[in-house]
């Protein structure tokens, strides 16, 4: 009878047991935690990320800022002084980026450097080379030289211009004849005492002004 009695509360307690198990959750519930599939793809995803990290250039923000200045030359000698200053540049480990001859343009050049300490360097004993011009200047200043754009060429006998680069920069024209084969124009200046014909680079004028009755 005893025995009996002690198998029953050995069941009862069993079956207490039991119930408290399985009323108790099997993993702890944390709100906002990410499952373990959940936490494999982040890793996978991070590691891509520093592999694709190491694989790319440096980006062009880490190039550091540059400038542009003109350099005075003799006229014609040009080419010769960018040779100069290219060679004087690479020697000396400065950093100039470019040296750059505007087409059209005669008696300067212009020197792509870190700062004016660096350009002076660069065109410091030069042969032809005359100095820097006491400012830097706007790459938009030489835009339009620098940039070689295909386009068809509108620019008609008598078509009154303006000049927008080399020594007659700003002056008004007539344009009095057009050879697209050699990229060349005669002009007159409208302002001169007397009209003397001036062989210019068809791209270095802009026309303002047609005369339709001229045409």
Not at 48 to 71: F, G, M, N, Q, R
Not at 90 to 107: A, C, N, T
């Amino acid at each position: 009878m005893v025995i009996k009695e002690i198998e029953s509360k050995k069941e009862d307690v069993k079956e207490t047991i039991v119930k408290a198990e399985n009323s108790l959750p099997k993993e702890p519930v944390i709100k906002g935690a990410m499952t373990k599939e959940e936490v494999e793809e982040r890793l996978e995803a991070e590691m891509s990320e520093e592999e694709v990290k190491e694989e790319l250039p440096k980006s062009d923000v880490d190039k550091p800022e540059t400038k542009i200045y003109a350099v005075r030359t003799t006229a014609n000698r040009e080419d010769q002084v960018m040779d100069f200053i290219s060679s004087n540049a690479e020697r000396k480990k400065l950093d100039v980026f470019s040296v750059i001859r505007p087409h059209g343009m005669r008696g300067y050049i212009f020197i792509e450097a870190v700062d004016r300490t660096n350009a002076e360097q660069a065109a410091y004993g030069i042969p032809y080379a005359r100095g820097l011009l006491p400012t830097a200047v706007d790459y938009k200043e030489i835009e339009h030289m620098l940039e070689q754009v295909k386009k068809e060429i509108n620019i008609q006998k008598n078509d009154i211009a303006e000049i927008i680069s080399g020594p007659f920069k700003r002056e008004k024209c007539k344009i009095t004849r057009v050879d697209k084969q050699k990229g060349e124009i005669v002009v007159e200046l409208l302002e001169a005492a007397v009209p003397i014909p001036i062989t210019v680079k068809i791209d270095s004028v802009k026309v303002i002004r047609r005369d339709e009755d001229e045409e």
